[in-house]
Nanobody
């Protein structure tokens, strides 16, 4: 399984960005796909997760109401729409996948990070 994250960049506070996670090399119908982030000097943080087939979602407390995770089954892609960005959202964002439904259990596969920088 390969995961490719993209879409990071520079945004102003209050702005928006959309991250994409393209998946390949597997059958994802029972998978969970999650987004995590890690800022310099901080621990990795769960951001959002979704079940591939049923569309169940879960969000970290710091992004609830601002970020939305969605998926396009035809494109094998999971998106993270980030609105109302704050400087504290600045981090490297990673997508990950695991073979069953659970957003908070250890993940089996990880993509490379995409950097998001939010200026005040």
């Amino acid at each position: 399984v390969q995961l490719q994250a993209s879409g990071g960049g520079l945004a102003q506070a209050g702005g928006s960005l959309r991250l994409s996670c393209s998946a390949s090399g597997g059958t994802f119908s029972s998978y969970t796909v999650g987004w995590f982030r890690q800022a310099p000097g901080k621990e990795r943080e769960f951001v959002a997760g979704t079940s591939w087939r049923g569309g169940n979602t879960d969000y970290g407390d710091s992004v609830k109401g601002r970020f939305t995770i969605s998926r396009d089954l035809a494109k094998n892609t999971v998106y993270l729409q980030m609105n109302s960005l704050k400087p504290e959202d600045t981090a490297a964002y990673y997508c990950a996948a695991r073979k069953a439904w659970s957003t908070r259990a250890p993940y089996d596969y990880w993509g490379q990070g995409t950097l998001v920088t939010v200026s005040s």
